[in-house]
């Protein structure tokens, strides 16, 4: 194994290394694009702030001073219908507020490059619990071809699976590569222990020849890292001797075309828009792979931290609270996999809130002096969002069907010209919604939709459930006590195998593992909700047209209900998230076999993702909502001077 004395450990210095600036033509292109994108991103944000106070002053105003007779079923749709608007509008500018708090202040860091050989030694971590052999040899075969020199870092497999065929396996790249080590705990694992396995790599690795390296890196059991990874994070952190920990962001190699679950939408809008705006603050979030740290600065909170599921926001608090700072480096410089079937998807989402809702309560019962207010504002702002977001969104999907189904007016209003008002700053607030979320896929490139904030819509009803159980155990727990250990499990299993054509199985076999469970049920009904509403809406529209004023009669009877442009917007958004079980069971997109994703060196055996597979981290999302929207404000606004 590694020969490395202790001397050799803490030879290389911000002053002793070569850093300088990429000079990749694209990668500075891209640079250029993205900061001015961000710029465009917060001032469109105000416009949207600006244009959605101007509507709900006038929304509140009309409704308020509609005619008295206006009472019974018509005042309680309306202003059911306005609450809805309101609570949208509130978790929508949340993000807003974000973009405004730091404009002229947001940050995109250049790409760096460290060069020679006098460079700071590393232990990476790769960890595993239970993956596939070949999955994580790839990894480390990856690991082992990073370009940088074999002696100046170790590579430690941290096995949580106990896997005999594992150890095997890396004992035998370990006889060609002598930086290759494993080990294991030996404990049968039944929780998420990510934090734990972390810790156990870093008191394992003092037992090592040369003790502990000065930085530690870690990559989950899926990610291949590039080789210029460790040369593309460490000057970062070399340059400024207050940041504790460099990160990249996860870009994957099997997100399938045409997928309507939105494999890895929290990542990209965590990656392209959340990442870049904490950078501003020198506090981004660790994104749990792929990312440089200062042995001595996670030494100094005593480690990762394991008080929830979210090792990594736990990670980036402590760093923070304690004065360092985190960069976040906008490289593509790991590839891994996102959830390949329904159960995965909705496991890792689950998770995700889980241990966002873990990691908030944390951070508010932190001891005295370890938090400032303001840190324990922003860990408060993570529940709250989530909490926010999932309740107005599985609200909105009740709520919006069952106003259309009861065929009154959504809004009130008392003359002719405060409904073409209404109509006209609807229009324009919806369009400034419509702008900020160009922007906003732009940062993204045009992975997200224009209307990203319902794209996984249709999980706020398994979201809901997984934040009630949480709040439940919190409640049943003493304020005393620590966290609850909240481990969220799939609501299905995964036994259609639906992308894989061999075993998938019939449609009616998808249909039933992927149906058949209150969630999906639920939303299945929201469909036909939406699908009766819409049709109910035709035949009134075809109605009003063929009697009395006829045209304008028929035109100010959709304005007020279904083409009004902020409803249009939301009962089109509920029908194509209620749709998204039922396609998905019918339409599974395919995906391809991993090793057909893979450039394998046939001598080595180091792969990496074909050029062709990254391309699918690029992939653009559906706009066809977008283009619908749009089209109706601008019949909308034109429709209004008829009314």
């Known amino acids: 194994m590694t020969t490395r004395s202790n001397g050799d450990n803490k030879s290389a210095s911000a002053q002793d290394t070569n850093i300088e600036v990429n000079d990749d033509k694209n990668i500075k292109a891209d640079y250029a694009q993205k900061c001015q994108t961000m710029e465009w991103l917060a001032r469109s944000s105000a416009l949207c702030a600006l244009t959605s106070f101007v509507y709900f002053a006038l929304r509140v105003k009309y409704t308020l001073g509609a005619p008295s007779e206006s009472v019974g079923r018509e005042t309680l749709v309306a202003w059911g219908f306005l609450i809805v608007e309101g609570a949208l509008a509130l978790n929508r500018n949340l993000s807003f507020l974000l973009s405004l708090a730091t404009t002229g202040k947001a940050r995109i860091r250049p790409s760096l490059r460290l060069h020679g050989g006098q460079v700071p030694t590393i232990d990476l971590f790769i960890l595993h619990c239970g993956e596939g052999v070949e999955l994580v040899l790839d990894t480390i075969r990856a690991a082992c071809a990073l370009d940088y020199p074999s002696d100046r870092y170790r590579i430690i497999t941290l096995d949580d699976g106990r896997s005999s065929d594992l150890a095997k396996a890396v004992e035998e790249v370990g006889e060609l590569h002598a930086n290759v080590h494993y080990t294991t705990r030996d404990l049968k694992v039944s929780t998420h222990s990510k934090a734990a396995n972390l810790n156990h790599g870093l008191q394992y690795v003092k037992t090592l020849q040369g003790g502990p390296s000065e930085y530690v890196s870690v990559l989950d059991v899926d990610m291949i890292p590039e080789p210029q990874t460790f040369r593309a994070l460490l000057p970062h952190v070399l340059k400024d001797p207050k940041v504790a920990l460099a990160n990249a962001p996860q870009s994957f190699y099997n997100v399938a075309k045409h997928d309507p679950l939105i494999n890895g939408y929290y990542i990209w809008y965590l ?373």
């Open 271 to 643: 990656r392209d828009i959340i990442c870049h705006l904490k950078d501003a603050l020198d506090a981004s979030w660790c994104m749990g792979s792929g990312y440089v740290a200062r042995r001595s600065a996670l030494d100094q909170i005593g480690g990762i931290p394991t008080e929830g599921m979210q090792e990594d926001i736990m990670t980036s608090f402590y760093l923070t609270t304690a004065g360092w700072k985190i960069a976040y480096v906008p490289e593509r410089l790991q590839w891994g996999l996102v959830p390949d079937s329904y159960a995965g998807t909705l496991k890792q989402v689950q998770r995700w809130t889980a241990g966002c809702f873990q990691a908030s309560a944390a951070i508010l019962a932190a001891p005295a002096g370890v938090a400032t207010w303001a840190q324990r504002f922003d860990g408060a702002m993570v529940g709250i969002f989530y909490a926010l977001e999932v309740f107005t969104l599985t609200f909105c999907m009740v709520v919006i069907p069952t106003m259309l189904l009861s065929g009154s007016p959504l809004i009130l209003y008392s003359t002719p010209s405060h409904l073409r008002l209404l109509i006209r700053i609807g229009c324009i607030d919806t369009a400034a919604q419509a702008l900020n979320g160009l922007f906003t896929s732009r940062m993204t490139g045009y992975r997200l939709a224009i209307f990203s904030q319902f794209s996984n819509l249709w999980t706020a009803p398994y979201l809901l459930s997984t934040a009630s159980r949480y709040v439940l155990a919190a409640i049943s727990t003493s304020l005393a006590s620590a966290i609850p250990n909240y481990t969220p499990s799939g609501s299905l299993t995964d036994g259609s195998h639906e992308r894989d054509a061999r075993r998938s199985g019939s449609p009616l076999t998808r249909l039933r593992v992927i149906m058949w469970n209150p969630f999906s049920l639920f939303l299945l009904l929201v469909l036909s909700a939406c699908t009766l509403s819409a049709a109910l809406e035709l035949r009134a529209v075809a109605t009003a047209a063929l009697a009395g004023p006829g045209l304008v009669s028929a035109l100010r009877h959709t304005l007020v209900r279904a083409a009004y442009p902020p409803a249009f917007l939301l009962w089109t958004a509920v029908l194509g998230a209620a749709s998204v079980p039922l396609s998905y069971a019918l339409f599974p997109p395919p995906v391809v076999v991993r090793e057909r994703l893979l450039a394998r060196d046939p001598r080595t055996k180091v792969a990496y993702p074909t050029e062709q597979a990254k391309t699918a981290d690029d992939a653009n999302g559906s706009h066809a909502h977008a283009v619908a929207v749009v089209s109706v404000l601008v019949g909308a606004f034109v429709g209004s001077w008829w009314l």
